[in-house]
């Protein structure tokens, strides 16, 4: 069975402030992929990312940054210099390579950045 | 990347009746497509499955006869509340996957529906 546990229920921060949102998933599958997704209150699903379990580098994309770490199964997503946009709702997912299920979600982290 | 598209991104129904939600994918052929519900402030939990020609496969608990779904074409998943109640009032979000090559389209979704039960 796969699990993805986002403890972060709710952080809240001041624009500016680098804030990051833990993922640990739990999974027998040796390939896999794990996915960040970005909810606005408009419901819609962005897509952030998708990391491939064979690769472990670390990515940047502009102010947000993803750090994998299949040792600990942590898929750790870092905001940099938050601004009120970014506030959402986030979801990590995780999804078995070559698999026919969907993905298996975390429950979210409710993200709040104040003026 | 893929897009998909569903409609109608919401709306609301009297109890009793049925509602259809579109799902179609636009630049691409979807072999899979799979039906999301999410409850307000929850998570998405997969409901069912869809393959193209064949029956959609149900998580436990999702009840087949309530939530019909239709798979008849590469490009159209359909999903029909029926007799809906307003314990079905929730955001229904569907993805659909491309076989092709290394796309892995189940990490693109629709706009999803929000459906009001009144």
């Known amino acids: 069975a796969q699990k993805v546990t986002q403890a972060q229920t709710e952080i809240s921060v001041v624009e500016k402030e680098d804030v990051t949102l833990d993922c640990v998933y739990e999974?027998?599958?040796?390939?896999?992929?794990l996915f960040w997704y970005k909810q606005p209150p408009s419901g819609e699903l962005v897509f952030l990312i998708r990391?491939?379990?064979?690769?472990?580098q670390n990515e940047i994309s502009g102010r947000y940054s993803w750090n994998f770490q299949k040792s600990t199964s942590s898929f750790n997503f870092t905001i940099t210099a938050s601004q009120v946009v970014d506030s959402a709702v986030y979801f990590c997912?995780?999804?078995?390579?070559?698999?026919?299920?969907?993905?298996?979600f975390g429950k979210g982290t409710h993200l709040i950045i104040q003026p | 990347g893929a897009v998909v598209s569903q409609h109608p991104s919401r709306v609301i129904c009297k109890s009793g009746t049925s509602v259809k939600i579109e799902c179609r994918s636009l630049?691409?052929?979807?072999?899979?497509m799979f039906w999301y519900r999410q409850f307000p402030k929850q998570s998405l939990m997969l409901m069912a499955t869809?393959?193209?020609?064949?029956?959609?496969?149900?998580e436990q608990g999702v009840e087949k006869d309530k939530f019909l779904i239709n798979h008849a074409s590469l490009t159209l998943s359909t999903l029909t509340v029926t007799s809906a109640h307003p314990e079905d009032s929730s955001f229904y979000i569907c993805?659909?996957?491309?076989?092709?090559?290394?796309?892995?389209?189940?990490?693109?979704f629709g706009q999803g529906t929000r459906l009001t039960v009144v």
């Open positions: 990391r491939n379990s064979f690769d472990e």
């Open positions: 869809s393959n193209e020609g064949s029956k959609a496969t149900y």
């Open positions: 999974t027998r599958d040796t390939t896999y992929y």
């Open positions: 993805s659909a996957r491309d076989r092709q090559g290394s796309r892995e389209a189940e990490a693109f």
């Open positions: 630049d691409f052929q979807a072999t899979t």
């Open positions: 997912a995780l999804h078995k390579r070559g698999g026919a299920d969907g993905l298996t």
